[in-house]
């Protein structure tokens, strides 16, 4: 049995900084994308990071502040955010997919996690 978990979240200031992890389970075969989606009440799910074999992909508003890394080793994914801004307030889901990255389209992921809330204020 596939399972993700999301941990890291939390409360922080503008200008703070978090890291997000994921650790999975179960998971077998070819090392695939791996992402981070975040979404906000009231708002469509987002994704913020992906990676894969190929490299590391962000979305524009996280660019130079956010950063995206597995341990394979470990079975774990992260995400390094620097400089929190309040419209980075969202849950944030981690995802895995057996197929390479492709635009941040959720529904090219196969698994997901329960999420971690982040919660910055101004």
């Known amino acids: 049995q596939v399972q993700l978990a999301e941990s890291g979240g939390g409360s922080v200031q503008a200008g703070g900084s978090l890291r997000l992890s994921c650790t999975t389970s179960?998971?077998?075969?070819?090392?695939?994308?791996m992402g981070w989606f975040r979404q906000a009440p009231g708002k469509e799910r987002e994704g913020v990071a992906e990676?894969?074999?190929?490299?590391?992909y962000y979305v524009d508003s996280v660019k130079g502040r956010f950063t995206i890394s597995r341990d394979n080793t470990k079975n774990s994914l992260y995400l390094q955010m620097h400089t929190l801004e309040p419209g980075d307030t969202a849950m944030y889901y981690c995802?895995?997919?057996?197929?390479?990255?492709?635009?941040?389209?959720?529904?090219?992921?196969?698994?997901w996690g329960q999420g971690t809330q982040v919660t910055v204020s101004s």
């Open positions: 995802g895995s997919s057996q197929r390479w990255c492709l635009g941040m389209n959720d529904a090219w992921y196969d698994y």
């Open positions: 990676i894969d074999p190929g490299g590391a």
């Open positions: 179960g998971l077998t075969g070819r090392r695939g994308c």
